[in-house]
């Protein structure tokens, strides 16, 4: 893999930490920027495909109730714990 310089101006106190957390697991600043980036990055493409998922299931018009949330969450921890709910309002496209 081909690797590129980046430069980039930080706060000091952010470059203090970086470098102390550095020290702390024997590696480089730049070694945990990178990885910072890269786990950045992937949060960022997850939460874009949760959304789209999420705003494809939507288009299909089933929801789940306030209601049943509220139930399923409430017996958490209970000996009769809820199973997670199904969708329990229907919506027809139009």
């Given at each position: ?11 000091a ?28 990055l ?49 919506i027809?496209?139009?």
């Amino acid at each position: 893999m081909t690797t590129e310089r980046l430069s980039l101006r930080i706060d000091a106190n952010l470059k203090k930490n970086l470098e102390q957390e550095a020290r702390r697991e024997e590696r480089s600043a730049s070694y945990l920027a990178v990885k910072a980036i890269e786990a950045m990055l992937r949060d960022r493409a997850e939460k874009r495909a949760a959304i789209r998922a999420a705003v494809s299931e939507a288009g299909e018009g089933a929801f789940i109730s306030q209601e049943a949330m509220d139930a399923w969450v409430s017996s958490w921890g209970e000996d009769s714990e809820l199973p997670p709910p199904e969708p329990d309002v229907h919506i027809a496209s139009q």
